[in-house]
């Protein structure tokens, strides 16, 4: 007879498990996926900050949401050289208050975006080349930075139809002006305020100040058009005549004017004589705010702002 025995038990397989995560890393991805949760929500009621991932680079945004928020537009407040955007958010918050805006107000450092990526819009590094720039890869455009952080503002609160405006006081003037001439866009309104210099409506002056020196595409009868025909408002104080230590004093600045509100009436009438001569349409408006200087809070929170951002 054959010998027959039970199967001897079987011990469970042991399973293989990875080295255990060290407490740091794991702190870091859980505060990873903490991120991610919360850059899916809705911003809440008052004030805020986030921080967004636009194009490789962390990008933080100082945010206000008014009481009872029904969805209104998105307001971008783009800060001066002093990279203040918290108070930038905090002088619009009267704006958000009365219009219903979403409020936000991104931190660019100057490490990260100097002048000829920040002001001047980031479209050219060596601003001194002789002969055709080389213009830098879209995405290093702000135009395009903006825009980003709009939809991830959009796609947050879950409203991909949300409108937006941006306004600019002094080194946030410059980029709009800049934004305005090249970046395709849908914004109800573009407002420079006090400005140390613009994009002039000219094919002869050199970039920064001008179509100057850029490629073709870039450049012409119309891009000039286009540009003329932007939602655009050069916000002027009035006593803005003082010519301090952050006035660009370069040669081509020089040329736009002696101070940032002689600079803005000149770079207004440039553009509205060039409209009628050539027939086209003529979207900018100039509005002065009366007794105030240099003081981005005086200016967010005047009058004449909040008339500019109520037009429909």
Same mark, same amino acid.
């Given at each position: 007879?054959?010998?027959? %025995?039970?199967?001897?038990? %079987?011990?469970?397989?042991?399973?293989?498990?990875?080295?255990?995560?060290?407490?740091?890393?794991?702190?870091?991805?859980? &505060?990873?996926?903490?991120?991610?949760?919360?850059?899916?929500? !809705?911003?809440?009621? @008052?004030?805020?900050?986030?921080?967004?991932?636009?194009?490789?680079?962390?990008?933080?945004?100082?945010?206000?949401?008014?009481? #009872?928020?029904?969805g209104?537009?998105?307001? &971008?407040?783009?800060?001066?050289? #002093?990279?203040?955007a918290?108070?930038?958010?905090?002088?619009?918050?009267?704006?958000?208050?009365?219009?219903?805006?979403?409020?936000?107000?991104?931190?660019?450092?100057?490490?990260?975006?100097?002048?000829?990526?920040?002001?001047?819009?980031?479209?050219v590094?060596?601003?001194r080349?002789?002969?055709?720039?080389?213009?830098?890869?879209?995405?290093?455009?702000?135009?395009?930075?903006?825009?980003?952080?709009?939809?991830?503002? %959009?796609?947050?609160?879950?409203? !991909?139809?949300?409108?937006?405006? &941006?306004?600019?006081?002094?080194?946030?003037?410059?980029?709009?002006? %800049?934004?305005?001439?090249?970046?395709?866009?849908?914004?109800?309104?573009?407002?420079?305020?006090?400005?140390?210099?613009?994009?002039?409506?000219? &094919?002869?002056?050199?970039? !920064?100040?001008?179509?100057g020196?850029?490629?073709?595409?870039?450049?012409?009868?119309?891009?000039?058009?286009?540009?003329?025909?932007?939602?655009?408002?050069?916000?002027l @104080?009035?006593?803005?005549?003082?010519?301090?230590?952050?006035?660009?004093?370069?040669? @081509?600045?020089?040329?736009? #004017?002696?101070?940032?509100?002689?600079?803005?009436?000149?770079?207004?009438?440039?553009?509205?004589?060039?409209?009628?001569?050539?027939?086209?349409?003529?979207?900018?408006?100039?509005?002065?705010?009366p007794?105030?200087?240099?003081?981005?809070?005086?200016?967010?929170?005047?009058?004449?702002?909040?008339?500019?951002?109520?037009?429909?």
């Open positions: 007879m054959p010998d027959i %025995r039970s199967p001897a038990p %079987r011990r469970p397989a042991r399973r293989r498990t990875g080295p255990a995560m060290h407490p740091a890393r794991l702190a870091a991805v859980l &505060l990873l996926c903490w991120s991610a949760a919360l850059r899916a929500q !809705p911003y809440p009621e @008052g004030k805020s900050l986030r921080s967004v991932d636009i194009a490789g680079e962390r990008i933080d945004l100082h945010a206000y949401k008014p009481p #009872g928020y029904a209104g537009p998105i307001l &971008l407040v783009l800060h001066g050289l #002093g990279t203040n918290p108070g930038y958010r905090d002088y619009a918050i009267p704006l958000a208050d009365r219009l219903g805006f979403l409020v936000i107000a991104p931190l660019f450092d100057r490490k990260r975006f100097p002048t000829w990526r920040y002001q001047t819009g980031g479209i590094r060596d601003q080349a002789e002969g055709e720039f080389a213009v830098e890869p879209g995405a290093r455009w702000m135009g395009g930075t903006f825009l980003a952080i709009i939809d991830a503002v %959009r796609a947050a609160e879950a409203r !991909p139809d949300l409108g937006y405006s &941006l306004i600019g006081h002094s080194a946030g003037g410059q980029t709009l002006s %800049r934004f305005a001439a090249f970046t395709p866009h849908a914004a109800r309104h573009i407002v420079i305020a006090n400005p140390s210099t613009y994009l002039w409506p000219s &094919l002869t002056e050199r970039f !920064p100040y001008g179509y020196g850029l490629p073709a595409a870039m450049s012409g009868d119309a891009a000039l058009q286009r540009y003329l025909a932007q939602p655009v408002t050069l916000l @104080g009035t006593a803005d005549i003082e010519r301090g230590a952050d006035l660009n004093v370069r040669e @081509g600045a020089e040329r736009q #004017g002696h101070n940032r509100l002689e600079r803005g009436h000149n770079a207004f009438r440039a553009a509205q004589r060039l409209a009628q001569e050539r027939g086209w349409v003529f979207g900018w408006r100039l509005v002065e705010v007794d105030v200087g240099h003081s981005a809070r005086r200016m967010l929170g005047s009058a004449e702002a909040l008339g500019v951002l109520s037009r429909q």
